[in-house]
């Protein structure tokens, strides 16, 4: 099995920066994309940015110049910089990978963190 454990979420005030991490463990034998979502009170999930093993991105249109994707793939960890954070950024942010578990099989299974709440005051 796999685990995501979100972290860094919190209270701030707009304009100000949050740090976002999510680190994957487990029966890991390599994660090819990760991403992270997020789903606001009421709304959909959707995709804020996503990285993939090399390293090339994607963002949401809505995020892009404010929040920087890296991972660190020696800790599989996936990081979320958000900055110039405005109140309508408030929601639940997910983390996602796509975990390969046995280089044998070579199977891609998609798991999800638990969330971290992000509330950003006006």
């Known amino acids: 099995q796999v685990q995501l454990v979100e972290s860094g979420g919190g209270l701030v005030e707009a304009g100000g920066s949050l740090r976002l991490s999510c680190a994957a463990s487990?029966?890991?034998?390599?994660?090819?994309?990760m991403a992270w979502y997020r789903q606001a009170p009421g709304k959909q999930r959707e995709l804020v940015a996503a990285?993939?093993?090399?390293?090339?991105?994607n963002y949401a249109d809505s995020v892009k110049g404010r929040f920087t994707i890296s991972r660190d793939n020696a800790k599989n960890t996936v990081y979320l910089q958000m900055n110039s954070l405005k109140p309508e950024y408030r929601a639940v942010y997910f983390c996602?990978?796509?975990?390969?578990?046995?280089?044998?099989?070579?199977?891609?299974?998609?798991?999800w963190g638990h969330g971290t709440q992000v509330t950003v005051s006006s």
């Open positions: 990285i993939r093993s090399g390293g090339s991105t």
């Open positions: 487990g029966s890991i034998f390599k994660i090819n994309a």
């Open positions: 996602d990978a796509g975990v390969v578990q046995s280089a044998a099989w070579l199977l891609e299974y998609n798991y």
